[in-house]
């Protein structure tokens, strides 16, 4: 077989050319890193957890009409997604502060938030992905105030999907991170949620205990993330008691 071609690779995921144009398959690795990489293991198992859990969040947004670049999951490590032009900003939204907030601005971990906040970083590990404003997004051009508005409007809906989804199973949603890409249909253009949707990008907190479930384990050196990530897992259904994945979820539109 013909050696597949790798368009881009990241830290935690591999992107390689898709069967048809206009897709990606995008493949998750075990890779964990931290602190822009300062900190790196390989974490067994994390790439085909994030793969599941990453297809079931995407396909709860795609069916309650949040356009996603998720088509469909392929196997163990891999997904077919429409192939986007990304916009340079890590966009995130925090329930409850804990953190860069709570860092910069003296807030306890722990305290929740006013109302939402959404924040953007732009995308660049040179600079250490800087916080950035509206300001200068529009000002260097990476995206346009009907852009910004369209952008919030969709994170804070994968806001409340996301804590619903995670309030059912006993876990807070405290904050994460999305990232936006651009599909071109001739003239019009789309924005949809792209990249991943896991515990590597959430703040996870169980809500009797306060357990983190998600990527401060292993930034904190707070236990084994595999097993973290497991629990999520399995209280989404996402995997059975026994750890072995479920049949996929069924996508309606
Ligand atoms: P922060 O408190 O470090 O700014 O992180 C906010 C959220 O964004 C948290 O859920 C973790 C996620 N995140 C990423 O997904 N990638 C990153 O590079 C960073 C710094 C944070």
Not at 158 to 163: A, E, K, Q
Not at 187 to 204: F, G, K, N, Q, T
Request: charged share 30%; with cysteine.
């Amino acid at each position: 077989m013909a050696r597949r071609k790798k368009i881009y690779e990241g830290k935690a995921k591999i992107l390689y050319e898709g069967p048809e144009p206009g897709t990606l398959v995008q493949y998750f690795k075990d890779d964990a890193t931290a602190f822009n990489a300062e900190k790196k293991d390989v974490i067994e198992g994390k790439g085909v957890l994030n793969n599941r859990l990453s297809e079931y969040f995407m396909t709860g947004l795609n069916n309650i009409g949040v356009p996603t670049h998720f088509i469909k999951r392929i196997n163990m490590r891999e997904q077919l997604v429409r192939a986007v032009e990304i916009i340079p900003l890590e966009v995130v939204v925090r329930n409850v502060a804990a953190g860069s907030i709570s860092k910069r601005l003296g807030i306890d971990e722990g305290t929740p938030l006013p109302r939402p906040i959404v924040e953007f970083y732009y995308k660049d590990d040179a600079l250490g992905d800087p916080m950035v404003t509206e300001e200068h997004i529009i000002a260097f051009g990476w995206a346009a105030q009907q852009d910004l508005d369209d952008i919030v409007a969709l994170a804070l809906r994968v806001n409340d999907f996301l804590s619903g989804i995670m309030m059912g199973v006993g876990i807070k949603l405290i904050d994460f991170k999305i990232e936006i890409g651009r599909i071109w249909d001739g003239d019009y253009m789309r924005l949809v949620v792209a990249d991943e949707i896991s515990p590597d990008s959430c703040r996870l907190w169980d809500v009797q205990t306060g357990q983190k479930l998600d990527k401060d384990v292993f930034r904190r050196d707070l236990g084994n993330l595999a097993d973290a990530y497991t629990e999520v897992a399995r209280r989404l259904g996402v995997l059975p008691q026994n750890g072995a994945p479920l049949g996929k979820p069924t996508l309606i539109n």
